[in-house]
């Protein structure tokens, strides 16, 4: 305590004042924090005084309030650069970063408790700069560093303003700030130790060395690639849960789940509460872990009236967590600047509003750095499918008769829709099984290797999210403790004109499409064409 009090009297965060009428006072108080290593060893105790800012008043100790926050996506696409060039990779620290902020406003505080001024024990503290608690401290800080950084030839990223780039003839170094956390990767070392040195006339920079642990990700660097997990982060999850102890499955979600709004008693007060917080962490954990999100994406659905089943799917999905508490990313290196992106939908798989659900990747260079799965924006009867024999006139939009085909409605009551054919007979709308591009993760319907001498998974085998969005995901990895996927080669092209037999699969052929074969020998697979003559599969990147 005494500690940060000093700190807080070199920075000259406030001045003391006399006591006026017709102002706002806010009150402070002290907080206790045990900070923690990766691996969950004490690092040090520390205490920091902070302002009680739910007292103040918009318009009269603030105004704007806004900081940006890193996105996911920024962490993944720098790490991957890191992996890819080569580059250096950095963690600093900024010690009581909010005490550098500069306020705008007039804010008066009460004297810390126990370190009152004993000439003038009555006064109030006029903060000069931003503190702990306060509405505005962190974009008073986030600004008071933007200076500092444009100052060493730094600006702020359009794409993610929590991102600084330095581009010289010589040198580019990326510098990416959360808080006080940041971490910065450049082509040289020197050009690393250079802003260090610049950062330190300002602030109180820690230098941590190479970047192990950012935002609950535990990062490893090896020949390999870049390994990032959230081990801690999960066990945490599984923690406040409860479910320290469950019993692991291998799947987090069933193929025959499936989840409607209100199809069982509703959860209490206390229980929806829980419900919405584990859910919440759930979806930070799928920053690392793929394999869950469509899981996640659906239980997210339901936070506004979460039922017992509702619960029942959330901690299965915390089971399967603990059954892959290790699996996280590895980045691998590519040479392939390439951008490229792939995406895959179900059609009306919503039982509820009969909504679509979508599922995307971006990758860049073979490693992806963007995924993701989401609702449709609207339920319509837009899409229209063949069918054999009739016409057909839709029950929820009575005047359209469309022929030869049928149409899947968004039911207004709750129910099914109904075709109406031409011969006076009338039929539900047929259901459609959602393909394995917007359904959970499955289990692999292939042998398991030993877990002592592999034990990486290749997401095409782990994450089953759809023949177009898994297929290609072969820059991505899912490593952990279990066994690991037969390899794959990747996906092929459709060939025009003519049939595909996989020459590993002897008697599967698939029309004027392509197929992925698992070599058994270890060798690349052989594609038969339908004309005699054979081609490999092409070598998988990344």
Same mark, same amino acid.
């Given at each position: 305590?005494?500690?940060? !009090?000093?700190?807080?009297?070199?920075?000259?965060?406030?001045?003391?004042? &006399?006591?006026?009428?017709?102002?706002?006072?806010?009150?402070?108080?002290?907080?206790?924090?045990?900070?923690?290593?990766?691996?969950?060893?004490?690092?040090?105790?520390?205490?920091?005084?902070?302002?009680?800012?739910?007292?103040?008043?918009?318009?009269?100790?603030?105004?704007?309030?806004?900081?940006?926050?890193?996105?996911?996506?920024?962490?993944?696409?720098?790490?991957?650069?890191?992996?890819?060039?080569?580059?250096?990779?950095?963690?600093?620290?900024?010690?009581?970063?909010?005490?550098?902020?500069?306020?705008?406003?007039?804010?008066?505080?009460?004297?810390?408790?126990?370190?009152?001024?004993?000439? @003038?024990?009555?006064?109030?503290?006029?903060?000069?700069?931003? +503190?702990?608690?306060?509405?505005?401290?962190?974009?008073?800080?986030?600004?008071?560093?933007?200076?500092?950084?444009?100052?060493?030839?730094?600006?702020?990223?359009?794409?993610?303003?929590?991102? !600084?780039?330095?581009? @010289?003839?010589?040198?580019?170094?990326?510098?990416?700030?959360?808080?006080?956390?940041?971490?910065?990767?450049?082509?040289?070392?020197?050009?690393?130790?250079?802003?260090?040195?610049?950062?330190?006339?300002?602030?109180?920079?820690?230098? #941590?060395?190479?970047?192990?642990?950012?935002?609950? #990700?535990?990062?490893?660097?090896?020949?390999?690639?870049?390994?990032?997990?959230?081990?801690?982060?999960?066990?945490?999850?599984?923690?406040?849960?409860?479910?320290?102890?469950?019993?692991?499955?291998?799947?987090?979600?069933?193929?025959?789940?499936?989840?409607?709004?209100?199809?069982?008693?509703?959860?209490?007060?206390?229980?929806?509460?829980?419900?919405?917080?584990?859910? $919440?962490? +759930?979806?930070?954990?799928?920053?690392?872990?793929?394999?869950?999100?469509?899981?996640?994406?659906?239980?997210?659905?339901?936070?506004?009236?979460?039922?017992?089943?509702?619960?029942? %799917?959330?901690?299965?999905?915390?089971?399967?967590?603990?059954?892959?508490?290790?699996?996280?990313?590895? #980045?691998?290196?590519?040479?392939?600047?390439?951008?490229?992106? !792939?995406?895959?939908?179900?059609?009306?798989?919503?039982?509820?509003?009969?909504?679509?659900?979508?599922?995307? %990747?971006? !990758?860049?260079?073979?490693?992806?750095?963007?995924?993701?799965?989401?609702?449709?924006?609207?339920?319509?009867?837009?899409?229209?499918?063949?069918?054999?024999?009739?016409?057909?006139?839709? %029950?929820?939009?009575?005047?359209?008769?469309?022929? $030869?085909?049928?149409?899947?409605?968004?039911?207004?009551?709750?129910?099914?829709?109904?075709?109406?054919?031409?011969?006076?007979?009338?039929?539900?709308?047929?259901?459609?099984?959602?393909?394995?591009?917007?359904?959970?993760?499955?289990?692999?319907?292939?042998?398991?290797?030993?877990?002592?001498?592999?034990?990486?998974?290749?997401?095409?085998?782990?994450?089953?999210?759809?023949?177009?969005?898994?297929?290609?995901?072969?820059?991505?990895?899912?490593? $952990?403790?279990? $066994?690991?996927?037969? /390899?794959?080669?990747?996906?092929? @092209?459709?060939?025009?004109?003519?049939?595909?037999?996989?020459?590993?699969? /002897?008697?599967?052929?698939?029309?004027?499409?392509?197929?992925?074969?698992?070599?058994?020998?270890?060798?690349?697979?052989? #594609?038969?064409?339908?004309?005699?003559?054979?081609?490999?599969? &092409?070598?998988?990147?990344?």
């Amino acid at each position: 305590m005494e500690q940060e !009090f000093e700190a807080l009297l070199r920075n000259n965060t406030w001045r003391l004042v &006399p006591p006026s009428s017709g102002v706002n006072v806010i009150d402070s108080k002290w907080i206790f924090k045990v900070k923690r290593h990766a691996n969950g060893k004490v690092e040090r105790y520390k205490a920091r005084f902070v302002a009680k800012g739910f007292k103040q008043r918009y318009g009269l100790d603030y105004e704007d309030t806004f900081s940006p926050v890193v996105k996911p996506t920024t962490i993944r696409l720098l790490l991957s650069l890191v992996v890819s060039r080569g580059w250096f990779l950095r963690q600093l620290d900024v010690q009581n970063a909010f005490l550098h902020g500069v306020l705008e406003e007039e804010v008066f505080m009460r004297q810390p408790p126990g370190f009152e001024d004993p000439q @003038r024990p009555h006064h109030l503290c006029r903060l000069e700069k931003a +503190l702990y608690g306060l509405t505005q401290a962190p974009r008073a800080w986030h600004a008071r560093l933007g200076v500092v950084l444009r100052q060493h030839g730094f600006v702020p990223s359009t794409a993610d303003t929590s991102l !600084f780039i330095c581009q @010289r003839p010589d040198v580019t170094t990326y510098l990416l700030v959360y808080v006080d956390d940041i971490i910065v990767l450049s082509s040289q070392s020197m050009a690393i130790d250079r802003l260090v040195l610049g950062l330190r006339q300002a602030f109180a920079v820690k230098d #941590l060395g190479a970047l192990h642990y950012f935002l609950g #990700l535990e990062v490893a660097r090896s020949l390999v690639g870049l390994r990032i997990t959230q081990h801690k982060y999960a066990m945490d999850l599984l923690k406040r849960a409860g479910l320290l102890k469950c019993k692991p499955v291998t799947t987090p979600m069933s193929a025959t789940t499936k989840l409607f709004q209100l199809d069982s008693p509703l959860l209490g007060s206390d229980d929806a509460t829980d419900y919405r917080s584990i859910v $919440g962490g +759930l979806q930070y954990l799928t920053m690392t872990r793929p394999d869950i999100s469509f899981s996640v994406n659906r239980v997210c659905q339901f936070l506004h009236s979460p039922t017992e089943e509702h619960l029942a %799917a959330v901690k299965r999905i915390l089971r399967f967590v603990k059954h892959t508490i290790g699996h996280g990313l590895l #980045l691998r290196p590519s040479t392939s600047p390439a951008i490229s992106a !792939f995406s895959d939908a179900d059609w009306a798989g919503d039982v509820d509003d009969r909504r679509s659900t979508a599922g995307f %990747a971006v !990758f860049y260079g073979g490693l992806v750095v963007v995924f993701g799965d989401g609702g449709d924006c609207g339920a319509t009867c837009e899409t229209i499918r063949c069918f054999q024999g009739g016409n057909i006139t839709c %029950a929820n939009r009575p005047g359209e008769v469309i022929q $030869g085909c049928h149409c899947l409605c968004a039911p207004k009551n709750g129910r099914g829709c109904v075709l109406h054919l031409q011969s006076g007979t009338n039929q539900n709308c047929p259901k459609r099984t959602a393909g394995s591009g917007t359904a959970s993760l499955q289990r692999p319907q292939i042998p398991r290797r030993n877990r002592n001498t592999q034990k990486h998974t290749d997401m095409a085998a782990a994450m089953k999210l759809s023949l177009t969005f898994v297929l290609l995901l072969s820059g991505l990895v899912v490593f $952990g403790d279990v $066994g690991d996927a037969a /390899p794959t080669c990747d996906i092929i @092209r459709c060939i025009q004109g003519g049939t595909i037999t996989c020459a590993n699969r /002897p008697g599967e052929v698939f029309q004027g499409c392509a197929c992925v074969c698992a070599p058994k020998d270890g060798k690349r697979c052989v #594609l038969r064409l339908d004309d005699g003559t054979s081609q490999k599969c &092409p070598k998988t990147s990344g």
